[in-house]
C-alpha cells in the first residue's frame, strides 16, 4: 500500500504533546534532549508543562511542534516506510528532516528563528473562509486588496480557504465572503502568514537557511509552493524562503499524491487537522493520525 506521511503546522500544539513517547522511548526522548541542547533552552519543558500562551507563542510553537512531531516519527518509522513526505507550512521543515534533507538540529535552530523572524513581522491578521470556491475566494481577495492587501494563503481543502494580509483587507474579504454566501472565521495569529507583508521575515530566514546543509531527498518529498515534487536539496532551500510569502497549496499536493497512487495517509505529530482536510478532499480515503501512543497502537493494530 502506497503511504504518506504528512506533518502538522503551527495552530496544531498543545501541552503534554510527545511526553508520553519521551517518557516510553530512548529515540524520541533523544530528540527532545537534541532539541534542548540546540535551542539552549529547554523546549521539551514548554511542550509537556506548557503554559499554554508561552507554548502558542510563535517562537516556541514552531521549533516545538517540529520537536514532538519527528520524535514520534522515531516510532513510526521502524514499521512504516513513506513513499511520499509532505507538511503543512511549518510542517515542511518535520517533512524535510522525515526526507533526509534536514539534519534534526539544524531544523529546529531554523524555525526557533522562523517563528522569531514572523512574529516580529506583524501589522496584519487572517481569516478562514469556508463555502466558497477557490475561483470565488480569488476573485474577492482581489476586490478587498482595493481597501487593503489580502490574499490567499492556505487552500486547504475544498471549501476552505485561509486569506491573509492588513486588517483592513482581511475584515473587507470577510464581508464580502458573507455578502457572497460563505462564512467567515477571524484566525487569533500573530501576523499576516504566508502574504507579501512577511517579506521582512524572508529575507532574514532566507540568510539563516544559507548556513544550513540541504542534501537532495532520500525520500519523495511535495512542497507546499508548487504541490511538486523537491528535486534537491538547493531547490528545497529555495522553496523555503518562498513559501514564507506564498500561498500553501495543501489541497493541490493531496491530489497530486491521490494522483501517483497513494492509498494510505498517516498524519504524525500533534493534532488531527491534516487528518480532516484529507478526508475533505477525498471522503474515502484512508487515513490515521499518530499523536500519541494510544494513536500508535491503534494505527500498527488495524495496519497489520
Not at 129 to 157: F, W
Not at 193 to 199: E, Y
Not at 282 to 291: C, F, G, L, M, T
Request: hydrophobic residues 45%; proline residues 4%; contains cysteine.
Amino acid at each position: 500500500m502506497k503511504t504518506a506521511v504528512l506533518f502538522p503546522g503551527q495552530g496544531s500544539q498543545t501541552v503534554g504533546m510527545g511526553a508520553e513517547f519521551f517518557g516510553k522511548f530512548a529515540k524520541a526522548k533523544s530528540i527532545f534532549d537534541t532539541a534542548d541542547a540546540a535551542l539552549g533552552q529547554k523546549i521539551s519543558d514548554i511542550c509537556f508543562l506548557g503554559p499554554d500562551e508561552l507554548l502558542k507563542s510563535t517562537e516556541n510553537a514552531q521549533p516545538a511542534i517540529l520537536t514532538a512531531s519527528i520524535a514520534i516519527l522515531q516510532e513510526v518509522l521502524p514499521f512504516l516506510k513513506p513513499d511520499v513526505v509532505a507538511g503543512h507550512s511549518l510542517g515542511e521543515y518535520s517533512a524535510l528532516v522525515a526526507a533526509g534533507v534536514l539534519d534534526f538540529s539544524d531544523a529546529v535552530k531554523a524555525v526557533k528563528k522562523r517563528g522569531e523572524f514572523m512574529k516580529a513581522a506583524s501589522g496584519g491578521t487572517m481569516a478562514a473562509i469556508l463555502m466558497l470556491t477557490r475561483d470565488k475566494v480569488d476573485q474577492l481577495c482581489r476586490e478587498a486588496s482595493r481597501t487593503g492587501l489580502v490574499v490567499p494563503a492556505n487552500y486547504n481543502s475544498p471549501g476552505q480557504i485561509v486569506v491573509s494580509g492588513t486588517r483592513e483587507g482581511v475584515e473587507e474579504m470577510c464581508k464580502l465572503a458573507k455578502g457572497a454566501g460563505g462564512k467567515a472565521i477571524p484566525l487569533a495569529v500573530s501576523g499576516p502568514f504566508h502574504s507579501p507583508l512577511m517579506k521582512p521575515a524572508q529575507e532574514k530566514l532566507a540568510a539563516e537557511l544559507n548556513k544550513i546543509k540541504f542534501n537532495d531527498p532520500a525520500t519523495a518529498i511535495i512542497a507546499n509552493v508548487t504541490a511538486e515534487h523537491v528535486k534537491t536539496g538547493n531547490m528545497a532551500k529555495d522553496l523555503l524562503v518562498k513559501q514564507v510569502v506564498s500561498s500553501v497549496l495543501w489541497e493541490d499536493s493531496i491530489n497530486r499524491m491521490l494522483k501517483e497512487g497513494i492509498e494510505l495517509f498517516v498524519e504524525v505529530g500533534p493534532g488531527k487537522v491534516l487528518s480532516g482536510l484529507v478526508r475533505k478532499i477525498k471522503k474515502e480515503a484512508r487515513v490515521y493520525n499518530i499523536e500519541n501512543t494510544e494513536t500508535l497502537e491503534k494505527f500498527k493494530t488495524e495496519v497489520k
